[in-house]
Structure formats: C-alpha cells, structure tokens
C-alpha cells in the first residue's frame, strides 16, 4: 500500500550539530521522493528531491540520502542553524516520476528542535 | 507574482455552515493541488487540476466537497454541511507541468475551525 513514515516524531540537535531526519516508504514502484519543511503557521517548502536514479543529491548544506533496497530516505542537514527548527515531511509521487499525476503521499513529520 | 496565495487565512463556522475557500496559483504555473492537513499530521491530496479540468479526487472528498478552477486560473474549495470533524488547514500548491520541475509551490492554507 502507499504509505511514507518518519521513524521520529522529534530530533534535538544542537546548534552547529549536522542533523539526519529518517524517512521510510512501502511502495517499491516509487520513484520519486521529496524533502519539505513547514515552519509554524506556513505551508511545506520544498527542500529537495530526489529520483530513484540516485542514490544521493546534494543542496546548500542538505543531502538527501536514498536506499532502494530498504526503501528508506533520509535527509542530512549541515551545520544546523536555529532557522532550521521546523517540522520536516518526505513526500512520494506514488506514480512515479514521469506519470501524469501530481499527486503527493506524505509521512508524518519530524519536528527538529535547534538548541542554541 | 509572490507566491500561492489564500483567503481567508482563518475561518470559524459552525457546524451546518458551508464555507468557500480561494487559492491563487503562481500565475504560470497550470496545475492546481488542494490538500488538507490536520494537527500533528502531514498533508493529505484531496484532489488537483490541470488548468480547468479536475483530473484526480482522493476518496477523502465527499460529496459535501466540491472544488472548482473555471478559467485556469484560481480555484475554490466549497464545503458544505460543515462538521467539526472538518476542521483542519486547508492547503493549496501549485506546479508547472511540462517544465521538467515537478516542485509543488505551497500556500499558507486556510485554518478551518468547526465548533
């Protein structure tokens, strides 16, 4: 069945610390996986994305990690900074990259606390 | 253009009221997604359109859901008979199709509350 799951509802990191936010997705025909993050009182913003083709994309101080054979994706924050403190969502276009639907399946959250 | 944009922002009702939302797409961009997110939850697809057409709808949608894009352009998100099992942020994004960026532009949402 379609279902994207993060394995920790809250990450606590210290300022300056790199932070992993953990995500892990069922349906193997995927193709297509998406970081965003939704600070408080906001809609998601696009992190970064990534295509089955890859194993790893690198942005300004994320990196998204995929593993294919434990359908499992994770996304790697450099140097976390207080503004980073937010509620962090991977998403997966169940149809697959190039199919015509745009629809989205998210997981559930993890809310990423930035200690000063 | 600034981004996705919605109103109202927050909106309480009471149960039995109907309520209409808005979305303005980016003004280029030609699919349209509405996707409703409850506390502590990620958001849900509700249903999308590709310029006037509504091409999906999530089961999610009952019949006292009713979305609409008539030009293209913005969209209205219309329920009726509200319940307080409504009551969540609704969402809308949109996206360029054909551009080879399947980015989905997010708005603030609309915060539905049902008492």
């Known amino acids: 069945g379609e279902s994207v799951g993060l394995h920790l509802p809250t990450l606590s990191v210290q300022e300056g610390d790199n932070s992993i936010i953990n995500c892990a997705y069922s349906n193997s025909a995927s193709d297509y996986f998406i970081w965003y993050k939704q600070e408080s009182g906001k809609g998601p913003q696009f992190i970064i994305d990534i295509r089955s083709n890859m194993d790893k994309r690198q942005g300004q101080r994320v990196t998204v990690l995929l593993n294919k054979t434990v359908k499992h994706l994770s996304l790697q924050i450099a140097a976390t900074q207080p503004g980073d403190s937010a509620v962090y969502f991977c998403a997966e276009n169940p149809a697959g990259y190039s199919s015509n639907t745009g629809k989205l399946i998210f997981g559930q959250g993890t809310t990423l606390q930035v200690k000063p | 253009d600034t981004g996705v944009s919605q109103d109202p922002r927050h909106k309480i009702t009471k149960r039995g009221q109907n309520v209409t939302f808005r979305c303005d797409p980016i003004s280029e961009h030609n699919r349209l997604y509405w996707y409703r997110q409850t506390l502590g939850q990620g958001p849900e697809f509700l249903t999308y359109f590709q310029n006037e057409a509504q091409l999906e709808k999530s089961r999610l949608l009952s019949d006292r859901f009713s979305a609409e894009r008539p030009k293209g352009s913005f969209s209205t998100l219309e329920i009726q008979r509200t319940e307080q099992g409504d009551s969540a942020m609704y969402l809308c994004?949109?996206?360029?199709?054909?551009?080879?960026?399947?980015?989905?532009?997010f708005g603030p949402g609309t915060r539905l509350t049902v008492t």
């Open positions: 994004a949109s996206s360029a199709i054909g551009t080879g960026n399947h980015e989905q532009y």
